[in-house]
């Protein structure tokens, strides 16, 4: 069974920034599409970043884009979010996902791998 382990998260104040670490086992992260979404209380699961693995592309959703920036290492496995100027809004359970020969617009069909969320709270 694939594993993630999820860190990063907690309280921050506005403005603050926090990064978010999803170390992947059982499989090599580099060959797949990667993503980290995210679900408010009473909202949706939105897609918030991605890495398409055919090209390396990048997208983000436009509530954070110039932000946040996503990463992946293949020395350790790890996907990233550095999420920077964080606002109240951001606040939301934060999701990494991958999955093996998608575009970023299907990652969030559910079918592929997921991380358990871990929380992310901007207060002041």
């Known amino acids: 069974q694939v594993q993630f382990v999820e860190s990063g998260g907690g309280l921050v104040q506005p403005g603050g920034s926090l990064r978010l670490s999803c170390a992947a086992a059982?499989?090599?992260?580099?060959?797949?599409?990667i993503g980290w979404f995210r679900q408010a209380p009473g909202k949706e699961r939105e897609e918030v970043s991605c890495?398409?693995?055919?090209?390396?592309?990048?997208t983000y959703s436009d509530s954070v884009k110039g932000r946040f920036t996503i990463s992946r290492h293949s020395d350790d496995n790890t996907m990233y979010l550095q999420m920077d100027s964080l606002k109240p809004d951001d606040t939301a359970v934060y999701f990494c996902?991958?999955?093996?020969?998608?575009?970023?617009?299907?990652?969030?069909?559910?079918?592929?791998?997921w991380g358990q969320g871990i929380q992310v709270t901007v207060s002041s």
């Open positions: 996902a991958a999955e093996f020969g998608v575009p970023c617009e299907l990652l969030n069909s559910g079918l592929g791998y």
């Open positions: 059982r499989f090599t992260m580099s060959y797949y599409t």
């Open positions: 890495i398409n693995a055919n090209d390396g592309s990048t």
